[in-house]
Every structure is written in C-alpha cells, then in structure tokens.
C-alpha cells in the first residue's frame, strides 16, 4: 500500500544518463569502463608529440603563459606522457561557471594521476572552431540581493570565434557593466583590471578567452590549447584528409549509434543528414558551413553551385590549416587523435555525444579514452549560507524543488506539517485497518478501498500545497528570503554553475579568494562553497 505524502511529490527521480553511464548500462556504446583510468592511461598515442608540444610552446609564448604551464608543455615530450582534457566554447567573461569548474576537475584528476615517470597534464581545449556565437555572446552577472544582469557583445554570425577580431568597445562594454553592477569596490577594480589585461592585446575573442584562463590558472598548470592557431591545426590535416575521402562512414556510425539509443530509450544528441559530412568549410572571410556530399564531390552549405572536389578541399589546407574543422561528431575524435588523452572531463551534455561517437574513433584508428563526469559546484554567497542554515538545507534541495522546499519551510514554521504529518499518519493507520476488514468481508473491495485511498493521496497532497502557497502570501518575509535564495541559486530558473559568469563573484569577493576556494573542488561529484568578503 502506498504511504500518504508528507513532503513534496512521492515519485522517485527519473534516472539520468550520467546515472545510466555511471552504472556500466551503456558500456556498449564506449570503449573504456567508467572510472578506467588505467585504461585510459594505457591508450596508444597517434599523435606525433614532438609536434605537439612545440605548437603548444609556440601558443604559451604569443600568450605569456605561466612558467608553469610552460613546463607542462615540456613534460609532454615524455615518452609515457599522457593528459587529462577538458575544454568549453569561448564565452564572454568565461561564459557560465561551469567552463572554469571544468578546468578545476582536470586540474584535480590530472594531480591524482600524475607521477614523474608517467606525467600527466591538465589540458583546456579552447573551443575555439565553433561559430554559434548565441552561445557565447553574452554573459550573467549577479549583483547584490540577486539582482541578474545579462551582458551581450554583437559578435558576427556564422564566423567561429577563434577568427572574430576583439573590439575595443567590447572591453569597455564589459568595464561599464562591472562599475554599474558593482561600484567601485576594490574586487570589482580588481575585475576592471584583469578585463584590461586580457584585452588589451587584442587578438580574436578565443584569445580573449584563453588569456583569462591562463592568467587565472596559470600557475596551476593548466595547459590552454587553441585549435584554431595554425600551428596546431596543421597536426589536424590527416585526419581530415581521410575524412574527405570517406565522408559517409562517420555520419553513418553516428546515426547508427543514436538508433541503439533510442531503441534503448534515450533520445540522441546528434544526428546527421544523408548528405551531410562532419566537417564544416569556412574558405576565405566567408562564413563558417557545414560541408555536404554532392554525388562525387562536395558543396558548402547553401551554395549547392559551387562542387568541390576532395583535393580541392585538402588544397585549401595548405594556406590555410584551419580552412576545414571538425562537426561535433569529429571533434572529440580529432582531440584524442592529436592529444595522448587518458581522460576527458565531460559534462552531462557531452557524454551524450561521445555515446554516438565510438565508431567515428574506429574508422579513424582512434581509441576512445576515459570520460570522467566532471565535478559540480555552487557558490554560497553569505546571505545565500544563512538562509540555508536557518532552515536546514542544503543548495542541492533548493534547485531540486524550490517549491517544494519553500512550502515544506512554511509549514513547519509556522506548526502546520505536524498536524498534516499527524492526519497522514491517522490516515495510512485507517485506510489499513479498512482494507483488513474488507478482506474478510468481500475480497473484491479491496480494488475500491485502493483507489479511494488513491484519491486521499492525491487530495493530502493538494491541501498541503495550498496551504503552503497560503501561508507565503501571508508570511511576505519567509517567501521573500527563499525568492532571495532561488535568485542567488536557481536565477533564471536554471542552476547557478550553468547561468552565472565566475566574473560576478570575482567582482563581489575578489580574484584570489573565489579561486582559492574553487581549489578545494574534488575531481567529481556536486559541491557547495561558501565564499565571503
């Protein structure tokens, strides 16, 4: 029998993919075990590493990275050296937190692993051939009391971010917003100034990006990897070359991949058309297009006129090493091919696309590497860990079911979940000494009796939500803290790490200290960090 609800509603969490990933249901569709990391340790290398490190090299010196890092890119010349990689599109401010929790969960692994004779380093993967400028044109600061502002720069359409020139009117755009949200406090000159820094320079809005990654992390190690410089896109041309020569093999894995997804119940992240490649073209100042198949050639997305041969397209490598780039369904198989990886730091989202990837990885001769689900964390501002303790709750409660957690604190407040607990209770005692007599009685009441207690369920359930929304319109103070609360932890409805800039709490408590406390992330799991002035 059923138990009367005493909190929010009863049914349990449909399982996650991560979930699904983590329990080894999906191994099918990978070639490494979750949590194989001497698998991944074990994974041969195609790349040519003497190759690597020195355009690796060549892109810490036009940065002025850390010594650190410099010598990370040394320590890949090693013959067991392998990298922990993780990597993010380049957004405005670092875009959401999550980028630079990303790096913090490789920074961690990759320490765990780590031995003299075996080096492993932290790489980020700067996103840097992606062109869906919606994704990274904009930025989300919090000010005080929660207050959201969203920053937007008009970057151009259609043009990966690695090739659009840094404005100088974007570096002011993003001081004004600062001095605005945040005044003249010494974090949010501190954040003026580390804007400057990274910006004056100029260069692309992926230099941008990667210079604050390395100002930031730099003396951690974190080696930051720009696939569009051209030094390290010529190390591409082989891999793209064969794609060129087979262009319907990968799409078909892919598509085949995302069929025994479905059949399994999960929907695919990707998908490719009959004539669609995974490579896009961008030839000249033209805009960045997906390449598809036209008979024994191949035509640019929209412009079906112009064929193409497939020496034709290798040519245009030639001037231009960075003139054909990966589809999301080649990217990862490119980075592991180019990269000695042990392990990539993913997201929820990108496992799903490495599920449909693995014969993608086979075609080229790649083996997969470990993935690691990267760690997870919320920041707690003072106000923020206050109101959580007065209540007894945590963040993770909160994003869960901010309704809920919010009606649940109302009704004990103020005296009303014991007395629904106490009816519930009497309830469930009734309803089992009802359905006990009925047995003896009629065995064919028992169907009835359940599903009148069905419909008590469902009333209790009822009642107890109203009363709370009742009793949160009468307690203004109570609702008004929790609406603090889901702004500083749910703003806009969405997670703090997927929403909110690292710049917005840089600006509050300054650079060092937030880093600091993001230093004590773990390499996986979800985390709460209270931060203070």
Same mark, same amino acid.
């Given at each position: ?7 929010? /509603? ?20 990978? /070639? ?93 993967? $700067? ?52 001095? /605005? ?44 990897? /720009? ?129 449909? $990837? ?176």
């Amino acid at each position: 029998m059923p138990s009367l609800p005493t909190g929010g /509603d009863p049914a349990a969490p449909t399982p996650s993919f991560l979930d699904a990933y983590l329990r080894g249901d999906l191994n099918a569709f990978f /070639d490494v075990a979750p949590g194989d990391v001497d698998a991944g340790l074990a994974r041969p290398y195609p790349g040519d590493r003497e190759a690597l490190a020195d355009a690796l090299d060549a892109q810490a010196v036009a940065r002025g990275d850390h010594e650190a890092q410099r010598r990370n890119v040394r320590r890949l010349r090693h013959a067991n050296a392998s990298v922990v990689v993780t990597g993010q599109q380049p957004g405005v401010l670092l875009g959401p937190m999550y980028a630079l929790v990303k790096a913090f969960s490789a920074l961690a692994l990759a320490a765990r692993l780590d031995r003299d004779d075996r080096p492993v380093v932290p790489v980020f993967w $700067v996103a840097s051939q992606d062109h869906d400028v919606g994704e990274i044109d904009h930025a989300t600061l919090l000010g005080p009391d929660g207050v959201r502002r969203e920053v937007a720069l008009d970057l151009p359409d259609a043009r990966p971010s690695g090739r659009i020139a840094w404005r100088d009117d974007w570096t002011a755009c993003l001081r004004d917003a600062v001095a /605005d949200l945040y005044g003249a406090t010494g974090p949010a000159q501190e954040v003026q100034a580390l804007i400057d820094d990274v910006a004056g320079p100029g260069g692309t809005v992926a230099d941008v990006f990667a210079r604050t990654l390395s100002r930031l992390l730099g003396a951690d190690g974190l080696v930051v990897l /720009d696939p569009m410089k051209p030094e390290l896109a010529r190390t591409f041309a082989p891999w793209l070359r064969r794609e060129l020569e087979a262009p319907h093999v990968g799409p078909a894995a892919i598509n085949e991949a995302g069929e025994a997804l479905r059949a399994a119940g999960w929907t695919p992240q990707l998908g490719r058309a009959a004539d669609a490649t995974n490579l896009f073209a961008q030839h000249g100042d033209g805009p960045r297009r997906l390449l598809r198949v036209a008979g024994d050639g191949f035509h640019l997305d929209g412009d079906v006129e112009a064929r193409h041969t497939a020496a034709e397209l290798a040519a245009w490598l030639e001037d231009d090493p960075a003139a054909l780039t990966p589809a999301a369904g080649l990217r990862p198989t490119l980075q592991d091919a180019i990269l000695p990886t042990a392990a990539v730091v993913v997201g929820p989202g990108e496992l799903k696309y490495f599920a449909q $990837v693995r014969g993608v990885y086979a075609h080229h001769g790649v083996a997969m590497p470990t993935l690691h689900p990267r760690t997870r964390a919320t920041l707690l501002e003072p106000p923020a860990a206050r109101i959580l303790a007065r209540y007894g709750l945590d963040a993770a409660a909160v994003q869960a079911d901010p309704d809920g957690v919010e009606r649940e604190a109302l009704l004990r407040l103020h005296g009303a979940a014991d007395a629904f607990e106490t009816a519930a209770a009497r309830l469930e005692t009734d309803v089992a000494d009802l359905l006990e007599a009925v047995r003896g009685v009629d065995p064919t009441l028992e169907g009835p009796v359940q599903r009148s207690e069905a419909s008590v369920v469902t009333t209790v359930r009822r009642l107890r939500t109203k009363t709370g929304a009742a009793l949160a319109r009468r307690d203004r103070v109570t609702h008004q803290q929790f609406a603090r609360l889901r702004a500083m932890l749910l703003p806009g409805g969405a997670p703090q790490e997927r929403v909110v800039s690292p710049f917005a709490y840089f600006a509050k408590f300054g650079v060092a200290p937030v880093l600091q406390r993001l230093r004590t992330l773990p390499e996986s799991g979800a985390h709460e960090l209270s931060v203070d002035p």
